[in-house]
């Protein structure tokens, strides 16, 4: 099973990007998809997941400003971002808790990461 992700970039404050996850390989279904990001010097957070059955849950520091979905047909979840801050400067990776087809089991698998730099 591989993510991958795209989207991220350099956006002035204020701006928008949309970032995307595609997950391919052995995949019986996926039950949860998420973002999350790390800021140089800081540890790994949550931004934002959805579960099969539609629930979200968002970090409290999206503010309303992020909305995470999903196409699950196509393996991919998507992060749109607005009204960005330069606090949002950070890799962002996503996430999946996936059960493959050669297996019952759910395993979490990580995408590469994709930098999201925003200025003043």
């Known amino acids: 099973v591989q993510l991958v992700e795209s989207g991220g970039g350099l956006v002035q404050a204020g701006g928008s990007l949309r970032l995307s996850c595609v997950a391919s390989?052995?995949?019986?279904?996926?039950?949860?998809m998420g973002w999350y990001r790390q800021a140089p010097g800081e540890q790994r957070e949550l931004v934002a997941t959805?579960?099969?059955?539609?629930?979200?849950n968002y970090s409290n520091f999206v503010k309303g400003r992020f909305t995470i979905s999903r196409d699950n047909p196509r393996n991919t979840w998507y992060l749109q971002m607005d009204n960005l801050e330069p606090e949002d400067t950070a890799v962002y990776y996503c996430n999946g808790l996936i059960v493959t087809i050669a297996t019952s089991d759910r395993y979490e698998y990580w995408g590469q990461g994709t930098q999201v730099t925003v200025s003043l």
């Open positions: 390989g052995s995949i019986f279904s996926i039950n949860r």
């Open positions: 959805i579960e099969k059955n539609g629930h979200i």
